[in-house]
């Protein structure tokens, strides 16, 4: 059950974006990152006070992986958090913003047995809340019979899912946070609206951590429902469904002058599921 699980939440961070780094810190501030297990490669701001933690990697010259500055640090503050670094949990995080092993396999079962949820930081391309879409990052804790919390990702991504056949964690986390255009986006508008959107999802993350573990055992029906949809055919059997009925309407008369995709994109992908 996950109510039994020594940890609270499993953290698999990846690059050392800034808003990353920023999120990680707010969980610093509040003491909570020793309830979770979590990696993440080595800030820039750590290579700038200890060179040695970097050593030949450069990315610690990149600007636009600073610090905003209304984080509001202190050089005590930092050493404290840089001080936790490197920080490797499966994969050695040490490299550049390069496809590496980590984008390509899954992390060990026994760091999922371990935490009751994930935290997961999706891919996000563009700040248009038009474009709705889920990369592998979210798929690897519904393999791993993992409930989640996605940050960075697209408006209506948890609802996306839905849509396919997996069960919400609704029960225990307030699924409000996928409708929120100012919770956890890696795009804003202003450094001020990008850490409050960060502050946001830290208070929601500590609300998480400090829930009575037995709550969670309300999502373990949930997350072995999406954990067989995912590895016995129900999602498969889905999108395959979901292209069929884009194949149709795309293929359906049209009033005229009204736009019209063409039928390759919907055929193309139904014979991928093939």
């Known amino acids: 059950s996950l109510s039994q699980r020594p940890k609270s939440f499993l953290l698999l961070g990846g690059d ?3 808003v990353r780094v920023v999120l990680l810190l707010k969980l610093f501030r509040r003491g909570i990152l020793e ?12 290579c700038d006070l200890n060179n040695e ?21 202190s050089t005590e503050e930092l050493r404290a958090f840089c001080a936790l670094f490197p920080k490797t949990l499966d994969v050695k995080l040490d490299g550049g913003f390069a496809d590496e092993e980590k984008d390509r396999t ?3 079962r026994e760091l999922y047995d371990q935490t009751r949820f994930s935290l997961v930081f999706e891919s996000v391309i563009s700040n248009s809340f038009e474009q709705t879409f889920l990369t592998e990052k ?37 699924q409000s946070y996928d409708s929120d255009p100012s919770f956890a986006r890696c795009f804003a508008d202003s450094e001020e609206d990008s850490l409050a959107s960060m502050e946001k999802a830290a208070e929601m993350i500590e609300r998480l951590v400090q829930l009575d573990p037995k709550r969670w055992s309300e999502l373990d029906g949930i997350v072995e429902h999406n954990r067989r949809h995912m590895q ?23 009033p005229p002058h009204a736009p019209r995709l063409p039928e390759h994109y919907a055929r193309d992908a139904f014979r991928s599921m093939q």
């Open 106 to 108: 899954f992390a060990p």
């Open 138 to 174: 979210t798929m690897k804790p519904i393999f791993r019979g993992h409930p989640f919390l996605l940050l960075c990702g697209t408006m209506k991504a948890a609802k996306m899912l839905t849509s396919f056949g997996f069960k919400s964690f609704g029960p225990v986390i307030d």
């Open 35 to 46: 309830d979770g297990l979590w990696s993440l490669q080595t800030p820039a701001l750590c």
């Open 16 to 18: 050392a974006r800034t």
């Open 53 to 73: 933690l970097c050593g030949e990697n450069e990315i610690h010259k990149m600007d636009f992986l600073r610090l905003p500055e209304g984080m509001n640090t």
């Open 232 to 254: 016995c055919g129900g999602f498969r059997n889905t999108l395959i469904e979901h292209a069929k009925a884009i194949l149709t309407v795309i293929s359906s008369p049209r």
